[in-house]
C-alpha cells in the first residue's frame, strides 16, 4: 500500500505540464534517434545529456528515460519502411516487418508495433511496481554460471530461424562466434586475431556490421535488379484487420513477458529478447512457415519484447544500482551527474523522484502511443520516395551510422565488407540472424564461462551443481533433440551436403 500511495503521489507529479512536456519531448527526440540507422538509443541518449543541464534532477531523468524508450521504438520505423534496422533491437523486425511492406501492409506492421511497444511497455511498468523488489533480488542471483547457460540456449534457440536448414544456422553460428573472438582477451588483455589493426582491439563493431548485412546488402540486391521502383503502399486502411489483431494478441502477451523476465537480468542487452520472442512465436505457431514472409505475430513479438525490455531494465538500475545495458549505463551516469545514486537507498533519500520516474514511463508509453499511432500513414509515405533515392538516403545513413560512433573510417569499410558478405550469404540462401546473435552473445558466452571455470578450479561439475544452470541447459538438448528426430531431417541435411 505504500507503494501505491508513492507512485499515486508520482503521477501527481508526472502529470504537471511541465515534466509532461519533458516526456513528449524525449518521446520525439528518441523516435528520431531511433529512425537514425546506428545511431541507437545508448548513443542518442549520450549525446544528448546536455540538454537536460538545466533541467531539475527528475525532469532531467524523465526526458532522457523517454529518450530511451522513444528511440527503443523509433527503429522500427526505418526497420519495416527500407529493411535498415534503427538500432541493434530493430534487427528482429525487419524479418517480417519489410516483407510486409513489400507487400503494401507496411501501414499495419506499424500500427501493430505501436500498440505491442504500448502494451508491453505499460504490463513491463505495471510488473516493476508490483514486483521490483523479489525480483530484482532473483536476478542479482544470477552468476556466470547461469549467465553461460542462458547464452548457450539463447544460441540454440535461434537454430529456429533457419527453418529447415538447420546446418546452415549452426554454421552462421559458428561463424558468428570466430567473429566475436576478435579483439582483445577479456581475462589476460592481449589481442588475438586482429593481425596487428588497432581499430580491432576493441572487437568488430557491431553497427557497422549490421548496417553492412542489413542496409548495403539490401542495395546490393536492389542494384542487381535494377529496378528504380517504388513500393506502394495503402494509406487509408492503415489500421491491422480484425484477424491481425486476434493472431497478434498472444504474441503481444508472450512478448510482454519474455522481455520484461529477460529485462531484469543485467548484461543481457535488448537484441536477445526480441530474437528469443520471435522464436518462441514461431515455434508456438500452427503456420511456422509464413514467417520471413510478412507474419504479423513476427513484428508484434519482437516490438512488444522490446519495449517490455526496455522498461524493465530500469529495475536493476533503480533497485540495485545495476545498470544492466550500455543505454542504461549512460542513465546511470546521468544520475550521477545530478547527485543521485541509483539503489536501494535512492528509494529512502529520494522517494518523490524515484516514484514520479516510474509513473512517467506510463505517461511515456501513452505518448509513444498518442504520437505514433495516428502518424502511420504519415512515415508509410516514405514508402511513395522512388526507390533509386531511397537507395541513396539509405547508404548515406549507412555511412553516416557506420563512421558516426567512433568517427572512425575502418568502421566504414567494415561496414561495406560485410555488405558484400551479406550479399553473397542472401545469394546462397544462408540466414543472418544466427550470426547477428552470436556476434553479440559471443563475448558475453566466454567471459561468463572463463569465470566459470576459475570458480570451479576447471571442472564443468559446476553446472550439476547450481539447479537454474542446470534447468537452462535442459533447453538446448530438448531443442536440438527435436530438430534431430524430426522426420526427414538427416535427409534434409544430406540434400544440402549433396547441393
Same mark, same amino acid.
Given at each position: 500500500?505504500?507503494?501505491?500511495?508513492?507512485?499515486?503521489?508520482? %503521477?501527481?507529479?508526472?502529470?504537471?505540464?511541465?515534466?509532461?512536456?519533458?516526456?513528449?519531448?524525449?518521446?520525439?527526440?528518441?523516435?528520431?534517434? $531511433?529512425?537514425?540507422?546506428?545511431? &541507437?538509443?545508448?548513443?542518442?541518449?549520450?549525446?544528448?545529456?546536455?540538454?537536460?543541464?538545466?533541467?531539475?534532477?527528475?525532469?532531467?531523468?524523465?526526458?532522457?528515460?523517454?529518450? #530511451?524508450?522513444?528511440?527503443?521504438?523509433?527503429?522500427?520505423?526505418?526497420?519495416?519502411?527500407?529493411?535498415?534496422?534503427?538500432?541493434? *533491437?530493430?534487427?528482429?523486425?525487419?524479418?517480417?516487418?519489410?516483407?510486409?511492406?513489400?507487400?503494401?501492409?507496411?501501414? @499495419?506492421?506499424?500500427?501493430?508495433?505501436?500498440?505491442?511497444?504500448?502494451?508491453?511497455?505499460?504490463?513491463?511498468?505495471?510488473?516493476?511496481?508490483?514486483?521490483?523488489?523479489?525480483?530484482?533480488?532473483?536476478? /542479482?542471483?544470477?552468476?556466470?554460471? =547461469?549467465?553461460?547457460?542462458?547464452?548457450?540456449? &539463447?544460441?540454440?534457440?535461434?537454430?529456429?530461424?533457419?527453418?529447415?536448414?538447420?546446418? *546452415?544456422?549452426? /554454421? !552462421?553460428?559458428?561463424?558468428?562466434?570466430?567473429?566475436?573472438?576478435?579483439?582483445?582477451?577479456?581475462?589476460?588483455?592481449?589481442?588475438? %586475431?586482429?593481425?596487428?589493426?588497432?581499430?580491432?582491439?576493441?572487437?568488430?563493431?557491431?553497427?557497422?556490421?549490421?548496417?553492412?548485412?542489413?542496409?548495403?546488402?539490401?542495395?546490393?540486391?536492389? *542494384?542487381?535488379?535494377?529496378?528504380?521502383?517504388?513500393?506502394?503502399?495503402?494509406?487509408?486502411?492503415?489500421?491491422?484487420?480484425?484477424?491481425?489483431?486476434?493472431?497478434?494478441?498472444?504474441?503481444?502477451?508472450?512478448? @510482454?513477458?519474455?522481455? %520484461?523476465?529477460?529485462?531484469?537480468?543485467?548484461?543481457?542487452?535488448?537484441?536477445?529478447?526480441?530474437?528469443?520472442?520471435?522464436?518462441?512465436?514461431?515455434?508456438?505457431?500452427?503456420?511456422?512457415? +509464413?514467417?520471413?514472409? &510478412?507474419?504479423?505475430?513476427?513484428?508484434?513479438?519482437?516490438?512488444?519484447?522490446?519495449?517490455?525490455?526496455?522498461?524493465?531494465?530500469?529495475?536493476?538500475?533503480?533497485?540495485?544500482?545495476?545498470?544492466?545495458?550500455?543505454?542504461?549505463?549512460?542513465?546511470?551516469?546521468?544520475?550521477?551527474?545530478?547527485?543521485?545514486?541509483? $539503489?536501494?537507498?535512492?528509494?529512502? =533519500?529520494?522517494? =518523490? /523522484?524515484?516514484?514520479?520516474?516510474?509513473?512517467?514511463?506510463?505517461?511515456?508509453?501513452?505518448?509513444?502511443?498518442?504520437?505514433?499511432?495516428?502518424?502511420?500513414?504519415?512515415?508509410?509515405?516514405?514508402?511513395?520516395?522512388?526507390?533509386?533515392?531511397?537507395?541513396?538516403?539509405?547508404?548515406?545513413?549507412?555511412?553516416?551510422?557506420? #563512421?558516426?560512433?567512433?568517427?572512425?573510417?575502418?568502421?566504414?569499410?567494415? !561496414?561495406?565488407?560485410?555488405?558484400?558478405?551479406?550479399?553473397?550469404? +542472401?545469394?546462397?540462401?544462408?540466414?543472418?540472424?544466427?550470426?547477428?546473435?552470436?556476434?553479440?552473445?559471443?563475448?558475453?558466452?566466454?567471459?561468463?564461462? +572463463?569465470?566459470?571455470?576459475?570458480?570451479?578450479?576447471?571442472?564443468?561439475?559446476?553446472?550439476?551443481?547450481?539447479?537454474?544452470?542446470?534447468?537452462?541447459?535442459?533447453?538446448?538438448?530438448?531443442?536440438?533433440?527435436?530438430?534431430?528426430?524430426?522426420?526427414?531431417? %538427416?535427409?534434409?541435411?544430406?540434400?544440402?551436403?549433396?547441393?
Amino acid at each position: 500500500m505504500e507503494a501505491f500511495h508513492h507512485l499515486l503521489a508520482g %503521477f501527481a507529479a508526472a502529470l504537471t505540464v511541465k515534466y509532461l512536456l519533458f516526456a513528449f519531448a524525449g518521446c520525439v527526440l528518441g523516435t528520431l534517434i $531511433g529512425v537514425l540507422p546506428g545511431l &541507437g538509443p545508448a548513443a542518442g541518449t549520450a549525446i544528448l545529456i546536455p540538454l537536460t543541464f538545466s533541467l531539475d534532477p527528475t525532469g532531467a531523468i524523465i526526458m532522457l528515460s523517454a529518450i #530511451y524508450y522513444g528511440a527503443m521504438y523509433g527503429g522500427t520505423i526505418t526497420s519495416v519502411l527500407i529493411n535498415v534496422p534503427g538500432e541493434a *533491437a530493430s534487427v528482429v523486425t525487419c524479418i517480417d516487418g519489410y516483407q510486409m511492406a513489400l507487400q503494401g501492409r507496411a501501414g @499495419s506492421a506499424l500500427a501493430i508495433a505501436a500498440i505491442g511497444s504500448f502494451v508491453g511497455g505499460t504490463l513491463a511498468t505495471v510488473a516493476l511496481v508490483l514486483v521490483a523488489t523479489p525480483l530484482a533480488t532473483l536476478a /542479482l542471483k544470477f552468476g556466470p554460471v =547461469e549467465f553461460f547457460a542462458l547464452m548457450v540456449a &539463447g544460441l540454440c534457440l535461434v537454430v529456429g530461424l533457419a527453418g529447415k536448414n538447420m546446418l *546452415a544456422a549452426l /554454421l !552462421m553460428t559458428v561463424i558468428g562466434l570466430l567473429f566475436a573472438m576478435i579483439g582483445l582477451d577479456p581475462v589476460r588483455g592481449a589481442p588475438r %586475431f586482429t593481425f596487428g589493426i588497432e581499430e580491432l582491439y576493441d572487437g568488430i563493431g557491431f553497427v557497422p556490421v549490421v548496417m553492412g548485412l542489413f542496409g548495403v546488402a539490401e542495395l546490393l540486391i536492389a *542494384a542487381e535488379k535494377r529496378q528504380a521502383r517504388m513500393i506502394q503502399a495503402d494509406l487509408k486502411n492503415w489500421m491491422p484487420t480484425k484477424e491481425e489483431r486476434r493472431a497478434s494478441a498472444g504474441a503481444i502477451g508472450r512478448g @510482454s513477458a519474455i522481455g %520484461f523476465v529477460l529485462g531484469l537480468i543485467p548484461g543481457v542487452g535488448a537484441i536477445v529478447p526480441t530474437f528469443m520472442a520471435y522464436v518462441i512465436e514461431k515455434r508456438v505457431s500452427k503456420t511456422p512457415e +509464413r514467417f520471413g514472409k &510478412g507474419a504479423i505475430e513476427g513484428v508484434a513479438s519482437a516490438e512488444t519484447a522490446n519495449n517490455a525490455y526496455a522498461n524493465a531494465a530500469m529495475v536493476p538500475l533503480l533497485a540495485l544500482g545495476i545498470p544492466s545495458s550500455p543505454t542504461i549505463a549512460v542513465l546511470m551516469g546521468a544520475f550521477i551527474i545530478n547527485g543521485l545514486t541509483p $539503489g536501494p537507498f535512492l528509494f529512502q =533519500e529520494r522517494p =518523490e /523522484l524515484v516514484w514520479t520516474v516510474i509513473a512517467s514511463f506510463f505517461v511515456g508509453n501513452a505518448l509513444l502511443l498518442i504520437l505514433n499511432l495516428p502518424l502511420v500513414g504519415l512515415w508509410a509515405k516514405l514508402l511513395k520516395i522512388p526507390f533509386s533515392y531511397l537507395c541513396t538516403g539509405v547508404l548515406i545513413f549507412c555511412v553516416i551510422g557506420a #563512421y558516426g560512433l567512433k568517427q572512425s573510417l575502418f568502421d566504414v569499410w567494415v !561496414m561495406l565488407g560485410f555488405g558484400i558478405i551479406g550479399y553473397l550469404l +542472401r545469394k546462397l540462401d544462408f540466414p543472418i540472424a544466427p550470426a547477428i546473435l552470436a556476434l553479440i552473445l559471443g563475448p558475453m558466452m566466454e567471459r561468463s564461462l +572463463r569465470t566459470t571455470l576459475e570458480m570451479s578450479g576447471g571442472s564443468f561439475a559446476i553446472f550439476l551443481d547450481r539447479p537454474v544452470a542446470l534447468a537452462l541447459l535442459t533447453v538446448p538438448v530438448i531443442v536440438l533433440g527435436a530438430l534431430l528426430l524430426r522426420p526427414g531431417t %538427416f535427409s534434409k541435411l544430406r540434400e544440402t551436403d549433396t547441393d
